[in-house]
Every structure is written in structure tokens, then in C-alpha cells.
Nanobody, 125 residues
Framework: QVQLAESGGGLVQTGGSLRLTCAASGRTFSSYDMGWFRQAPGKERESVAIISWSGGSTYYADSVKGRFTISRDNAKNTVYLQMNSLKPEDTAVYYC??????????????????WGQGTQVTVTS
């Protein structure tokens, strides 16, 4: 198993930036593809950004392309989400999650097995 803990959320104005961090412990971090997901009140959980175990492949939701960047440091067992040009519609609880690595990136949140507790991101207008 792998345990995940997010940090870095907070309150920011429109146009601002935040960097989310997900620290992993447990089994070998490089065995997992990692993702960031978010859920706003009254809405379904959605995939935001995914990164392969090696960092060589990534996926971004259309709504965040060009603004968010996912990265990972396997030596530090950490995955990051750099969020720039934030908008009020980015307000949500952000979760990181892990799934056993595969040839094809898993995009739907339902394919992820291990989850952190989440961190709140609030963007004010």
C-alpha cells in the first residue's frame, strides 16, 4: 500500500498561484502512476492532471491546460501540482491519488486505489 498526504492548499485571488504537494510513503513510489483530482461542492469528482510513474507521460483536463503543471520527484516520493492563473471555478478540494503503473495512463478517478485526505483550494474573485 501507499499512504498519501496533500498540502499547499489555501485561499488565493483570481490570477494567483498555488503549488500543491503530495507526499507518499509506503511501497515503492515509482510503482505508481499518480493523479490530482478535485471535487467542488455539488459536483462530481473530476480528473485534473495525471503523471506516469516515470514522469514521461502526462494528461491534463482541458479546463486546466496551459495553467497547471504536474510533476514528480521519485527520489523524494513526491508529486506536485503547480497551479497558475487560478480562476474561481478552480475552487474545490484537491486530492492526490495513486494507481499501479500501467502502459496507458488511467484518467478516470475510479481507477485509482489510494487517496489522500484532500486539501482545500479557494479562489476568490
Amino acid at each position: 500500500q501507499v499512504q498519501l498526504a496533500e498540502s499547499g492548499g489555501g485561499l488565493v485571488q483570481t490570477g494567483g498561484s498555488l503549488r500543491l504537494t503530495c507526499a507518499a510513503s509506503g511501497r515503492t513510489f515509482s510503482s505508481y502512476d499518480m493523479g490530482w483530482f478535485r471535487q467542488a461542492p455539488g459536483k462530481e469528482r473530476e480528473s485534473v492532471a495525471i503523471i506516469s510513474w516515470s514522469g514521461g507521460s502526462t494528461y491534463y483536463a482541458d479546463s486546466v491546460k496551459g495553467r497547471f503543471t504536474i510533476s514528480r520527484d521519485n527520489a523524494k516520493n513526491t508529486v506536485y501540482l503547480q497551479m497558475n492563473s487560478l480562476k474561481p471555478e478552480d475552487t474545490a478540494v484537491y486530492y492526490c491519488a495513486a494507481t499501479i503503473r500501467n502502459i496507458v495512463l488511467a484518467v478516470p478517478w475510479s481507477q485509482y486505489d489510494y487517496w489522500g485526505q484532500g486539501t482545500q483550494v479557494t479562489v476568490t474573485s
